[in-house]
């Protein structure tokens, strides 16, 4: 602590209880207390960071704003979280070249905000924009809902400079679209600070759609608005997002912000299809058509930009409402083929039961990305969150069986190590060791997260049943 | 190294693993072999060993409502294209020699068509693998599902690795279905900076075209060609909107026959010579073009105007060649960018090595390389950071 505030000085430097107790936590359900925080302002006082911590064998966890759905920015094995509060600058918009260089502790909104008036934005768009930064966004490899036709994090990133954990400083790709040698950039997107600290960071600006065309529909069941989905895909229409709620989720958004989804709706599909304004309204009756087969009992259509940010606004603000029906959720992340969702759907609404738990489900549909959120109540003891851990492992289960995935963007983290062995053979995790190894031989960088640790996991000895 | 090339053609992935553990043991180089169409890219030399993917091929597993296929890395790109057709789909990836290139070498050598305009590259497109490793072991990186970010993304570091790091067995990639529509143009300027512009307009505008590419070959004309396939209004509003930014340009524009796919194949054509490839920031292609185009041995240039990949053909006497290409190296780096001598004639290879710089993050480069294969049998001559 003291070497820490004479290396970088008093004001970047956390140490106080009080200050400490702020960075125990992230938005998943796991918590840890850093020994210290820092806030660095610049890439220098990063890689001096760095070194001290090398020096002193202390571990080194990277945190944005703490939105994170995997416990990633928790200090599980203890040492020092690095802040990038104060490194949130733009630093270029480039418009010749599409692209903005920025530094990680931006927020997400921030950048979209900032380009629109030159007819750009940023493609990822996770529903936590308005407070996640585009730091988190690298480690996680975050989506969003109009990531289905346009990519996630990873598609839109060309050059980051890192700092690792010895303190080395390096700029890998840069305003091309690739570099000679091995894909660096693209294996650092999504290491979950596992791998160094992004400390800048180039995306790809994309011009703005010149018009889109959301269209709410409501189904009696989910079944039927999961078949929608299927049928969408199959008449060979890319909306730009397809998203998915059920009744609970439904209620709880209506009850917070009123975004008029109708509350008798089994299953609620959210569909926009963005673009040049010709063929939008061909694209639209389509979808609109195929949601009248699969017995939509309503399918409205936006009538201008303050509907459609309604409808967004109950979306986007789905996970928040869930305060209005239960103190604590847990959300998973699954993924599974889309062509699966109508099974998989009701295997989650039977695990809730199994555990005596409520699930709520809103999430990207148009690519088979669940999010189903497990609600529990704290207060009644630890037993809930345990019964809630419970039926996400079935669930997660169940979707690697499928031929999934246990995480389609909120990360591995603290939360699920130890259920990578269910997607992964050991030598599929010897593989990813060797990059781990590569970039941080001391293991200093986010311990204790993505890779199963005998501590933590010996009660999950599960043989893996990827195909 | 021996005289004679064992020839080695694995029937699956734990076959493929075992012949990699025994030339490990045996420190004897491996060289992987597809249909051989890339075997110009590189410093190579003759290996001990070559491992063929014929075997490993055919479609393991495509569900069209998943709107994803995976398929042995043997199998050639224009046969996986043809089954998807069946399914009214495609495989969103055009990369050249298109009739032979094999799946697991598109992924190896990251080669790309023109297409990445509006889909992207084999990076955006691969969504999982499974490769067959020198330690004897298989292992499986990504998945079948569109979205999947569960432990690091090995995927990434394959595409580009030109087998340096093992053998890719086995790919899943994400697929679409056949556009209703499709139609074009192709232009003719008479100025370099009239086509770029008229190409950057196309690229950012309402529409989003499917490729959009400047090309110059003989004679001092450039030409554009912009190609459009979606719903019959999307295109027929792409293709107008690309005609009227031609006409403000002083550009003529044409029905567009085969010049994409002729351009496309620029790498298949360039035997002789040296080939140059550059990835550059996108506003920097139309200087480095007319830095080209002055070059004494141009004989042809392609500019991907979505992508700033641009592909220069240089022909003539070897001291021009060589210098020319060592300019245009130069100019890349200059402007942020990176390139590589693609392709060079036989005889130019001593003299133009693929490589003449190195990648920054080399160093992590060199220690991935040696912890997937200690014994450095894989592929020799290949890497980028040697
Ligand atoms: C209401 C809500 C909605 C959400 N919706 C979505 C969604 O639609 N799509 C989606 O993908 N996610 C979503 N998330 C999850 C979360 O917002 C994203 O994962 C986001 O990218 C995390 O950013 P952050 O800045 O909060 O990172 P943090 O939570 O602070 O950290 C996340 C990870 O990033 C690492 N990290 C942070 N900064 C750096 C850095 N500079 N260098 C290296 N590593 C770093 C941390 O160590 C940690 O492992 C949602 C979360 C909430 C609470």
Known sequence: MRGLVALLGREKVLGAREDLLLYEYDGAVDTATPDAVVLPESTADVAALARFCHEHRVPIVPRGAGTGLSGGAIPVEGGVVVSFARMARILEIDVPNLRAVVQPGLINLHLSTAVAPHGLYFVPDPSSQKACTLGGNVAENSGGPHTLAYGVTTNHVTGIEIVLSDGTVLRLGGKAVEDEGYDLVGAFVGSEGTLGLVTEITVKLTPLPEDKRTVMAAFPTMDEASETVSAIIAAGIVPSAIEMMDQLATQAVEASVHAGYPLDAGGILLLEVDGPRDGLDDARARIEKICRDHLASEVRVASGALERERLWAGRKGAFAAMGRLSPDYYVQDGVIPRTRLPDILRLVKDAGVRHRLRVANVFHAGDGNLHPLILFDSRLGPDELERAKAAGLEILTACVEAGGSITGEHGVGMEKNCYMPLQFQPSDLAAMRRLKDAFDPDGLMNPGKIFPTPSRCREFAFASTAR | MSATVTRAIPADAAECARVLADAARDRRTVRIRGSGTKSYIGDIAPTDIEIGTSRLAGVIDHEPADLTVTVGAGMRVADVAAVLARAGQFLPLDPPHADEATIGGVIAANSNGVWRARYGAVRDLL???????????????????????????????????????????????????????????????????????????????????????????????????????????????????????????????????DELGQMRELPARAIDGALVRASLPLAASPAFAETAARLESLAALVADAASGVVRVHLLGDDEAVIRDAEALLLAARVVGGSGRIERRAEQLRSRLSTWPTRPNGDFLMRRIKDSFDPAGILEPGRSAFA
């Open chain 2, 127 to 257: 969504i999982g693998t499974r490769i067959a490793l020198a330690d004897g072991t298989v292992a499986r990186a990504g998945g079948r599902v569109v979205k999947n970010v569960a432990g690091y993304d090995l995927d990434k570091v394959l595409v580009g690795s030109f087998g340096t790091l093992g053998v890719i067995v086995e790919a899943t990639f994400k697929v679409l279905p056949v556009p209703a529509a499709s139609d074009g143009l192709v232009a003719r300027f008479v100025r370099s900076a009239d086509a770029f512009a008229a190409a950057d307009a196309v690229i950012r505008g309402a529409s989003r075209v499917e490729a959009c590419v400047v090309e110059r070959s003989e004679g001092p004309a450039w030409r554009l060609a912009v190609q459009a396939r979606g719903s019959a209004p999307t295109v027929k509003r792409a293709v107008d909107d690309a005609r009227r930014e031609v006409a403000a340009r002083q550009g003529k524009s044409n029905e567009l026959g």
